[in-house]
């Protein structure tokens, strides 16, 4: 049974650092991609970065390029959300998610199979 519970979110002031991490179970990085996503109140879901299975594809929304940054730790089952310069516009619940697909996509958020919990991310100005 595939799971993922997320970590690590919290209150940071404005161009404060932040790493989420979710630990998953149940299948291996080499087989699935994993991603980020997060969402606001009464907003669609957005995809934040995500990489494909054995980590040939890297993606992030433009929104967040160069500030964060996705990995994975095989070794402890984990995977992580590094997020630097925070800024208020930052403020949601992150997801993480796993997938058994070859071309992940941050825009197509429903295609995504499983999902951890959500963590609540809050900057403040």
């Known amino acids: 049974e595939v799971q993922l519970v997320a970590s690590g979110g919290g209150l940071v002031q404005a161009g404060g650092s932040l790493r989420l991490s979710c630990a998953a179970s149940g299948f291996s990085f080499d087989d699935y991609a994993i991603g980020w996503f997060r969402q606001v109140p009464g907003k669609e879901r957005e995809g934040v970065a995500c990489i494909s299975s054995r980590g040939g594809i890297i993606e992030y929304a433009d929104s967040v390029k160069g500030r964060f940054t996705i990995s994975s730790d095989s070794t402890k089952n984990t995977m992580y959300l590094q997020m630097n310069n925070l800024k208020p516009e930052d403020t949601a619940v992150y997801y993480c998610?796993?997938?058994?697909?070859?071309?992940?996509?941050?825009?197509?958020?429903?295609?995504?199979?499983?999902w951890g919990q959500g963590t609540q991310v809050t900057v403040s100005s």
């Open positions: 998610a796993a997938d058994r697909t070859a071309f992940p996509s941050l825009t197509y958020w429903t295609s995504w199979e499983y």
